[in-house]
């Protein structure tokens, strides 16, 4: 739609034309949406998460569906930056050049494989907008305890990953203790949060007593966990001055615009791109009526707009 | 292979159920109008929205026994194995809704000029049928193998229509078998394999049914020699390769993606 509202949000230094980006793991490496709208409308695309080197990722079955959202285990499955540079690169380059910012997400089972693969990821990514760094993964260095479940776990893996790149560097938290998280990432130089990751969870099937998934939980995503998404925006925003991009269960602009109220500079649709696969093109539009229905003229007077 | 603006295929079509009907125990036939029609090729598959329940988000990938360009209609028969099925099965004529499509990589004309044998199990006969109506069109030669649990659970009209699809070869034969000898021969497709193997020579096997046939007719291809391709089912949560769900274990210790790189394998390169 053509309105005069300015919809420009910067994110921590990636200038993005509207507040619409997609969450890594829900958007393939973006190209794959390209048949069912022009990509380059939305604000910015998240690549799923690549690490230093290729990573398998967990046994079928990945996928399960709940009442209103999906669980998975797909376990980071990536070709590692260096591949995913070689065979996305191209395409990413130009569909930034189209005007979409591209974020890249790193990941790692440890701080030192989280360095590598922010390290490799700012030297084969030149067309990369920011680099967003995934602290919700096992730490296996650490006994499998998450890389960033706790302030001094997340200030350290940001602290490691902040000198090797002079890209706006985002965290992407898991759904606990964003508070104190928040403010840890913002104190060791993030210039943007990510939240939230899935949420853990189990499905059983009782007939065979057995996990639907290969392994006994997975992520929970999709309109199911909304509502708890938005209060963890909600908390995070009040705790730092370093903007968010709001992510979980965002699958109208609606949702959007519940998250921007509730502090989000930036939006990410995820699970609804898999079941919808215009939902980000469509929740673009939407947010663009909501705001002109509120009477503002530029999107950023909504941020944070919300009132108890 | 580097990725472009142009290498997505799947779009976005609405479709309108012309008929949908029961035609075996458990399983359904629906024709539904759609402009994917004019796109699908034999073994690829589509990723339908079934409406009823707001509860349940994902589409329900579904592969199709024949696409008609001309009349704009696709058919696909499908077992009711869960709810999405369940509620695909209660879609009346005129009730509309949209799929995600072409998704995927179908059959691969075999080389050569020999004859192919096919091998359905259970609910894999569509894709099987689609791959018969591909080697008639090309004027291939084939044999085939279908099975059930029982009689009750073969779909009939497929079976019908893969006669007519090897009717202009003469010397062709289709066996049909069940687990309880109810209908045709007593026993597993495999068998019925085996002794066809024996007696005839093939240039390639083509197979889609249960995860526990497909591992035994591509070994027994293996062993004979012959190049096999299998059509494989997953858990899907896009069909387009956005979500890296549908993974497919391979011999050599890397992973595929079913709706990207399949669901038609090379059945010699799959870790069964």
Not at chain 1, 2 to 26: D, F, R
Not at chain 1, 29 to 51: I, M, N, P, S
Not at chain 1, 137 to 144: D, H, K, S, V, Y
Not at chain 1, 193 to 212: C, D, G, P, Q, Y
Request: charged residues 20%.
């Amino acid at each position: 739609m053509v309105s005069n509202v300015s919809m420009a949000v910067n994110l921590g230094g990636i200038h993005m034309k509207n507040p619409v980006n997609t969450a890594s793991g829900t958007f393939g490496h973006a190209w794959q949406f390209e048949g069912f709208y022009d990509v380059a409308r939305l604000g910015a695309v998240t690549c799923k998460g690549v690490a230093a080197e290729s990573w398998p990722g967990n046994p079928a079955p990945r996928v399960c569906e709940v009442s209103s959202g999906i669980l998975n285990s797909v376990g980071l499955e990536n070709p590692g930056a260096r591949a995913f540079a070689e065979q996305y690169g191209d395409y990413l380059g130009e569909l930034s050049s189209r005007g979409c910012a591209v974020i890249v997400q790193a990941v790692g089972h440890s701080v030192d494989e989280c360095r590598r693969s922010v390290e490799l990821l700012d030297e084969v990514a030149p067309w990369a907008a920011g680099i967003e760094v995934n602290i919700s993964c096992p730490n296996l260095a650490r006994g499998g305890r998450l890389l960033g479940g706790t302030p001094e776990d997340a200030e350290e893996v940001v602290s490691a990953v902040r000198p090797l790149t002079k890209k706006p560097l985002l965290v992407k938290l898991a759904p606990a203790r964003v508070g104190e998280i928040a403010r840890a990432c913002e104190a060791a130089g993030a210039d943007a949060l990510s939240l939230v990751n899935t949420v853990n969870a189990m499905s059983i099937n009782v007939h065979t007593r057995r996990s639907r998934l290969s392994r006994p939980t997975g992520g929970l995503s999709g309109p199911a966990i909304h509502p708890i998404a938005v209060r963890m925006v909600w908390e995070a925003a009040q705790a730092v001055s370093i903007p968010i991009n709001g992510i979980g269960g965002v699958a109208t602009g609606e949702d959007a615009a519940e998250m921007i109220l509730a502090g989000a500079t930036t939006v990410s649709v995820g699970t609804a791109n898999l079941y919808d696969p215009a939902a980000a093109s469509r929740v673009l539009d939407e947010l663009e009526a909501w705001a002109v229905e509120q009477g503002v003229s530029d999107i950023n007077e909504l941020i944070g707009a919300f009132e108890c | 292979m580097k990725a472009t603006r142009d290498s997505a295929r799947a779009h976005l079509f609405d479709f309108a159920v012309v008929s949908n009907e029961q035609v075996a125990e458990g399983a359904w036939c629906m024709v539904f109008k759609s402009e994917v029609a004019a796109l699908l090729a034999p073994g690829e598959f589509v990723e339908v929205s079934v409406p009823g329940d707001p509860s349940q988000v994902l589409r329900v990938p579904l592969s199709f026994s024949r696409a008609d360009a001309e009349a704009g209609t696709v058919r696909i028969e499908y077992a009711v194995v869960g709810d999405g099925t369940r509620r695909l099965s209660l879609m009346r004529p005129g009730d509309t809704s949209t799929l995600v499509g072409p998704c995927g990589h179908g059959w691969r004309l075999p080389g050569g000029e020999g004859r192919v044998l096919l091998v359905a199990g259970g609910i894999g006969l569509p894709p099987v049928l689609a791959a018969a109506e591909m080697l008639a069109a090309a004027g291939r030669t084939f044999d085939a193998v279908v099975g059930a649990q029982r009689g009750s659970k073969l779909v009939g009209v497929d079976v019908d229509l893969l006669r007519e699809a090897a009717s202009a070869d003469p010397a062709s034969r289709v066996v049909v078998c069940t687990d309880d000898g109810s209908l045709g021969r007593a026993g597993f497709t495999t068998d019925a394999m085996a002794e066809l193997l024996a007696e005839r020579s093939y240039d390639a096997v083509l197979t889609c049914g249960p995860t526990v046939m497909m591992a035994g007719v591509a070994r027994l291809a293996e062993g004979a020699g012959i190049a096999c391709q299998a059509s494989l089912e997953r858990m899907m949560g896009c069909g387009f390769g956005a979500c890296s769900c549908c993974n497919v274990a391979m011999r050599d210790g890397t992973s595929r993606s079913c709706c990207m790189d399949g669901p038609v394998f090379n059945a010699g390169e799959v870790a069964w």
